[in-house]
């Protein structure tokens, strides 16, 4: 990270004069329990009238699932979340096979049909919860398939192939996760993030603050960024300044100069992957007193940011924005987020020649706070065709040591992440996954009324009073912590020394539903 | 300024109880009856009327299904009692096209014209068969719209229907030919005959009166009579070898017949046109294993003039086990005609299997110039596509109960939203005229050729499912 020092010597006078003291979260694991009373449980148990309360379950169970409190005849509903289903029976410790009158029985759950959807099924759902809640891999006992989803395309159909023995024998230690976000070597700041991922933006509306703090004070714990969104800059958000990439969107709402020079990055958003080409839409129920002042607009009317940036039609007009940002901030490093048309490669060399230095890519199946269904279906590509096509393009150009690809929109897990890279990016930006870790269930509801349910993306008071920042952030940390370790796995399976050795090796990679016969070339 | 094509919509409540996904399944004999009851917290205050409504009962298939599923209540209850469930009455609605999700989207959109917004990601599958197989472009930075940056309102979805000369020959400043005649509709839609196992006599004055307040035709039975004489302009009479004769009078007040593909076509064609020269005549070509090339032939004949292609109520082709699917074989004699230089010369209408707003959009970029529904219509009106339509059946949408006013409100409603998404799709395209869409495969991407494009080369053969 910048260091104060450089600091003082490049910031102007009056951004120094308002600096507030940059506060440090520490990258700690801690427990960190779903917020709701009942856990949703892949598997019921089921004790029948025949039980004659002798306790052997209690006994043989590993898992804590069957309880019985001290001075209780009978026991208390079982732990369901607890338990790891039939194949337990593997285990030896199967309560339906050592209880004496066979009055137990354990089944699927009903529910849990209900809960997700083809890109987040349900297990991915919890095994999310659970990397939120202990800050690790989720036991391999509980079989959570949380590599992907099911959707049948994309990310969800790609493996590594880890060989038998890794080529180089690398501890946990040894394996470096950061990326260099400023390859230009312009002098300006040279700034590595220690995962190769950083939040994406999530303006002040369309989520809570309490959300956008929970964010940010992660992006500390593991010194990467994250967002604000087209929404304007919270002044709770200043104490992480040093985290935070201001957005200019095409509304400008809430940009002005002070908030472009506090922060180390500014992204320009041409366009998001669920609604490539449509603008933003905050609809009038979320545009709250705070959010109407924050956004300098009128309380309770529907905020549009228009398609596209109405002062930019070429690269040369994209090339004259960069320098109005770099000359309002001159350490400030330029994101550009865009989505992925069919010349998305185009774009991203136009991109790079106008003096940018990530190119954020934002693939169709990304999330958002609001969007016409027709939008998030059907408009531009997916993000893995559109890594591959960038990758490949800067580099037949010789510019793609230069710049930094991060990829967006559809990016789910840790795995999804290593593949993006293994595709081509040299990092990635995730948004949805930092919400299911603070609870949310997918519901699709971000956008109206009074917003998310579960007190996540809304602006209400009474629920964003569902969580606090503490706990949030916690539940963030804990997941960033559980996806380094599952990316150092796979870079310790694959033999490799850093995550940046992973860009572009497609040849690690299979698709389950090609043949997968091509020579790797040399 | 000229005045813009505009359909006015109004809210319309569905007459049925709604039909929704979850449902909230509630174990009361354990209920500690707590003071803070997670029910009084739903966002949604869907529990509210619980009690007056588990009274009244007025229908009994109508059970309390109208949750947003967001497992609040379910998580927060004291005594865990709450379980939810995915309605199996929704489960049941249409069929494996025509998915529940499709049907309840047509529900909503018919109700509030408006276009249906959702937070969170997409949620479905990678990608699927027909026009899921395919994906919009857009523009950005180096190209910010392929006609010039403006606003919504400036979009035009107008299309004509007829024979377009190939060049103009001029004697002096006039044309040396007369030129055509051209029905110019404001939206590139038809309402097309109901299938026949979902004909229903009773909506066809209201489909008149839809098309009427939408600006669309709406292909009829020679049969029919419409209430009003000005609807004429509206209405396209389709003429089958064995239906009666529409009285000429009356076809005169057409712009636009449809008649059945025969050897005889262009006999009948010209017996039309003597009738009433300024008409034009649309030939519906079923699209069996023959019809793609009947098709073809057909538009290299000087005479014809529209061609309506039609596939089965799932855009796929009929007569044969392993159906081509509607855009393919769009695209197919598309492809032919443009290749043969004829492209321009007739109009292509494509039905069948369009289902939603972005199927409008795709059938005509894989180069149908409009596209014809019926379903979708009927949808609106709170159909289930339960498929028993029989007489002595009863119909769970009570459609034979139908108000005028709600038919026709629907049915104008659903046009509505899907004019407005025709135009968020194009406007993301950077389009400004439909016209120009046609055809323009350089506006959308193929799975088939991003998958080759992407993992082909690094994966080898994709295998056959």
Known sequence: MVKEKQIEDILPENTLKTRVPQEQVPRVVKPAPSRYRNEIAKYIVHRSLDCERCGKCIEVCEFGVHVRKPGFKYFSEPNHHLCIGPNCEKTGHYCVAHCPKGALQIRENPMYKVLGDFRWPADLILATWKMAETGDVPPEAYDYDYEGGNSGGGFDRLRFKFPKQPPVKLREDQIDTSILLNKRGDGRPEIRIDVPWYGGGMSFGSVSNVTQLSKARAAVAFNTFTCTGEGGYMERMRPYDDHVITQVATGLFGVREETIQRVPIVEFKYAQGAKPGLGGHLLGDKNTPAVARMREAVLGISLFSPFPFHSVYSIEDHAKHIDWIKHVNRRALIATKVSTPTDVDMVAVGSYSAGTHIVHIDGGYGGTGAAPDIAKKNIAMPIEYAIGKVHNFLAAEGVRDKVTLIASGGIRTAHDIAKAIALGADGAVIGTSELVALGCVRCSRCESGRGCPRGIATTDPELSAKMDVEWGTQRIINLYSAWQKILVGILQRLGLRSVSELRGRTDLMMHLDYTNDVPAKT | MPEKYHIKTQPIPPRRPRIGKHGVVDWREDCARCHNCVKKACVYDRYRQEDEYLRKLSDVDSLFFDCMGCFSCVQDCTKNILRLTINPEYERLGNRYWKPDII??????????????????????????????????????????????????????????????????????????????????????????????????????????????????????????????????????????????????????????????????????????????????????????AGIGRAIELAGLPEVEVIHIVADANGNELTTQKPRFLKDMTRQIHTALVEKGIRDEVTLMAGGGIALPEHVAKAIICGADLVTINLPLLVALECHLCDSCRPGTPCPARLEKIDFNYGVGRMTNLIAAWHDQLIEVMGAMGMREVRRLRGDVGRAMFFENLEEETFGKLYGKRKTD
Not at chain 2, 112 to 133: C, L, M, W
Not at chain 2, 135 to 146: C, L, Q, Y
Not at chain 2, 220 to 238: C, Q, T, V, W
Request: no cysteine; hydrophobic share 40%.
């Open chain 2, 104 to 289: 309840k989207t047509t529900w909503l959109q018919a109700e509030t014209a408006k276009i249906p917004v959702s937070g969170a990601g997409y949620r479905g599958p990678f990608s699927g068969q027909g026009f899921d197989s395919m994906w919009t472009d857009m523009s950005e930075i180096v190209r910010p719209t392929r006609d010039g940056i403006h606003g919504r309102e400036y979009i035009s979805t107008s299309v004509d229907i007829g024979r377009k000369l190939p060049f103009l020959a001029l004697n002096g400043s006039q044309s040396a030919a007369a030129l055509p005649p051209l029905v110019s509709i404001p939206m590139p839609l038809i309402i097309d005959l109901s299938s026949p196992a979902h004909t229903l006599p009773k909506l066809d004055p209201l489909i008149e009166q839809t098309a009427a307040d939408t600006g669309v035709i709406a292909i009829m039975d020679s049969r029919y009579r419409p209430a009003k004489d000005g609807h004429l302009e509206n209405i396209a009479f389709f003429l089958s070898p064995d239906s009666p004769p529409v009285p000429d009078e009356l076809l005169r007040k057409t712009r636009l017949v449809e008649i059945a593909d025969s050897p005889a076509v262009v006999e009948r064609i010209k017996a039309i046109k003597k009738i009433h020269p300024k008409i034009v005549v649309a030939i519906r070509v079923e699209l069996t294993t």
